[in-house]
């Protein structure tokens, strides 16, 4: 009995080994090098011994712009080679139309929001909330980003006053909480005068990294085929995390559909337009991958086009149902929320040291926004030097650098290497980021607006810039974040003047947890600008 007990266990142990070290050669019979993956583990010990960026940027020296690696099970072509990027994300879009994600997240169930959903899902989601993010949108919404604005800066009077160093990362946080409440769903969350919001609390719980939710994904690696327990798993823990989110927001929709004379430009009353029953409903057409690509090719300029303003409209059933309108919103609040504070706290930490960059900006201010008040949407617009700074800073610390990878739907050729179905491509977008065929001179390390003048972006490559992402599925809310940002720089550098201190970290360390944050915070002091008649400083 035992000899036979042992001979099964050896042939077993014998087949799974095989078939592991052959799924080991897959990239060998692509011709892509790459760091040699552990028997049980691929690569995955060593992307986290280390924030991810860092292995990349290693492995892309040892091994080229396009190199190998194992998570775990999956393997994942990692590249920063920006010719390939255009082929992934926006030639071949239709057949790399899906999002690199762990297989525990169930794609094809209704709780499943836009940033994960795949397929026709994700196009119908999409095409749902595109208009709600176009320019006419912003410029109606701008008002209510303005009131929150008044708040912050209201508060930065204090901190002002108080002479004392502050992180500034984490009143940012309040500030964009509140817009994202606010513009969102009407909600009135008070996040900038009260830093102890429990919703707040909610949301920085929701972002906090916990490795129990990282066991979903090692259940489906490392065992394929309890991937169907994985997903359950992954769906309770994922409700645990977020479920103060969602129940707020789910008051804020049933008080939206027992009242309907509180209308307003909001994501929420877009998402309930797009809901309605109504076979005479109207979306753009955008329901061909080409058709996608030209309405949402942002690139470098940050400039979507309208497509609530394109002259092909179609009628078709848009309907989401009540459970997807309310997962959408809490998806928008939790992407609006900490991506949008990291971006300004980055900034604000340029503008503490880099006093020059700080100078030019402020004479832009007083140059424009010369009325009280934020500045409004057209005045932002015109406003290069801002904008100039702000994609310096998003070059810089790209706070989603693991939010654009894509997988294959189908086997596809890109630049002569044959992907299989299934495989993953991820960006390396600090490699990208750091190159200095794209941003060189002065060395990329450097912090220098001037590389984003209309003419050095003119020869770019239009993949060289990617805190965003890109393509058809690229983020969503950048128009939205960016305004945000723009409003808040503006009306804090227009009255103070940002200075580091003892306390400020500088160099600036990265840590990674669901993004990329500042470790120790951005410890800031302001000090009050003069600022005289004729527009020069006292
Ligand atoms: C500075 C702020 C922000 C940054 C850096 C950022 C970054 C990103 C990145 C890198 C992606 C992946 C893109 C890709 O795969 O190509 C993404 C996707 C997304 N973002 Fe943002 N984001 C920001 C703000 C926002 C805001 C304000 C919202 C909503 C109000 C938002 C909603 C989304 C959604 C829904 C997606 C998924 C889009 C899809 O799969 O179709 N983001 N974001």
């Given amino acids: 009995m035992w000899p036979h007990l042992v001979a099964v266990i050896i042939i077993l142990v014998s087949v799974w080994l095989w078939q592991r070290i052959d ?49 775990l099970n999956s393997p994942s072509i990692v590249t920063s080679d920006v010719d390939f990027l255009q082929e992934v994300f926006v030639k071949q879009f239709s057949k790399f ?15 499943t929001h836009m940033v994960f959903a795949k397929g026709k899902r994700w196009k119908r989601l999409r095409l749902i909330s595109n208009p709600t993010f176009s320019s006419l949108k912003m410029k109606q919404m701008a008002p209510l980003i303005q009131e929150s604005v008044n708040s912050f800066i209201e508060s930065m009077e204090k901190r002002c006053q108080e002479e004392k160093p502050f992180d500034i990362h984490s009143d940012f946080q309040g500030l964009t909480l509140e817009v994202i409440g606010s513009c969102g769903f009407g909600l009135e969350i ?79 009353q877009l998402m309930l337009d797009a809901k309605t029953d109504n076979l005479d409903s109207t979306v753009p057409q955008a329901m061909t991958d080409s058709d996608v690509v030209s309405t949402q090719q942002g690139g470098e300029t940050g400039q979507q086009n309208d497509s609530s303003s394109s002259p092909r409209k179609f009628t078709q059933k848009a309907k989401l149902t009540e459970k997807e309108v309310q997962t959408q919103c809490s998806t928008f609040l939790l992407a609006g929320y900490e991506t949008t504070s990291t971006a300004l706290a980055y900034a604000a930490y340029h503008l503490a040291t880099s006093p020059e960059a700080q100078k030019a900006l402020q004479e832009e201010v007083d140059q424009y926004c010369t009325e009280e008040g934020p500045p ?31 997988t294959a739907q189908e086997s596809s050729t890109v630049m002569g290497v044959h992907i299989p179905k299934g495989m993953k491509v991820r960006c390396d977008v600090y490699s990208i980021h750091m190159d200095p065929e794209h941003w060189g001179p002065p060395d990329p390390s450097l912090f220098c607006p001037e590389r984003f003048t209309t003419e050095r972006i003119a020869k770019r490559h239009p ?72 527009n020069s400083e006292e």
């Fill in 23 to 71: 799924s080991y050669r897959v990239f060998k019979k692509m011709g892509i090098n790459g760091p040699p993956p552990n028997l049980i583990f691929g690569n995955f010990r060593q992307i986290m011994s280390q924030p991810v960026w860092m292995a990349y940027r290693k492995w892309e020296q040892l091994y080229g712009k396009t190199f190998g690696v194992f998570f």
């Fill in 97 to 111: 139309h899906q999002r690199a994600i762990p297989n525990s997240i169930d794609t094809e169930d209704e709780e």
């Fill in 190 to 268: 008070n996040s900038v005068r009260d830093n102890m919001s429990p919703f707040l609390a909610a949301c920085r719980k929701a972002f906090s990294a916990s490795l129990m939710m990282m066991t979903p994904m090692l259940i489906s690696e490392l065992f394929p085929s309890l991937t169907g327990l994985a997903k359950v798993l992954n769906k309770y823990l994922t409700r645990k995390r977020v479920h103060d989110i969602d129940v707020l927001v789910s008051a804020a929709v049933q008080s939206r559909l027992n009242d309907p004379k509180s209308r307003r430009v909001d994501l929420l």
């Fill in 376 to 406: 409004s949407y057209e005045t932002i617009s015109k406003m290069q030097y801002l904008d100039m700074f702000l994609k310096e800073s998003l070059r810089l610390h790209p706070i989603a650098p693991f939010g654009p990878g894509r």
């Fill in 463 to 534: 993949m060289a810039w990617l805190p965003f992402g890109a393509g058809p599925r690229n983020c969503i809310g950048m128009r939205f974040a960016l305004m945000e940002a723009k409003m808040t720089l503006a009306c804090l550098v227009k009255k103070f003047s940002v200075e580091t201190c003892a306390e400020t970290q500088i160099p600036l360390v990265h840590v990674a947890s669901s993004t990329v944050q500042p470790e120790k915070g951005v410890t800031v002091r302001l000090t009050r600008r003069h600022v005289v008649a004729n």
